[in-house]
């Protein structure tokens, strides 16, 4: 059974910075795609980014490109998503997921974990 846990959301001031990250148990996700998405109150839950299973292809929402960058790290079975120049409209849960496919839609990943609050004030 695969348990993903996120870490590192915060509150922190708009234009500061904050890095999250995923660490994967009970199996290897060497061979997954991964990815963030987030929910704000009262909305769906929407892409951040997603990563293909060797790091090299990385899709983003355009209201993240440029900000925010997805990493991972096999060998840690981790995945990492930093965010720089954050902005109110960033607050949200942040999920991390995992699955066999590399897609952007959210229903597609198999395995997600709680989610880490991430708020941003103006």
């Known amino acids: 059974q695969v348990r993903l846990v996120e870490s590192g959301g915060e509150l922190v001031q708009a234009g500061g910075s904050l890095r999250l990250s995923c660490a994967a148990y009970?199996?290897?996700?060497?061979?997954?795609?991964m990815g963030w998405f987030r929910q704000a109150p009262g909305k769906e839950r929407e892409l951040v980014a997603v990563i293909n299973s060797n790091g090299g292809s990385t899709s983003y929402a355009d209201s993240v490109k440029g900000r925010f960058t997805i990493s991972r790290d096999n060998a840690k079975n981790t995945m990492y998503l930093q965010m720089n120049r954050l902005k109110p409209e960033d607050t949200a849960v942040y999920y991390c997921?995992?699955?066999?496919?590399?897609?952007?839609?959210?229903?597609?990943?198999?395995?997600w974990g709680q989610g880490t609050q991430v708020t941003v004030s103006s």
């Open positions: 009970g199996r290897t996700l060497s061979s997954y795609a």
């Open positions: 997921a995992a699955g066999v496919l590399f897609t952007t839609t959210p229903i597609r990943y198999n395995y």
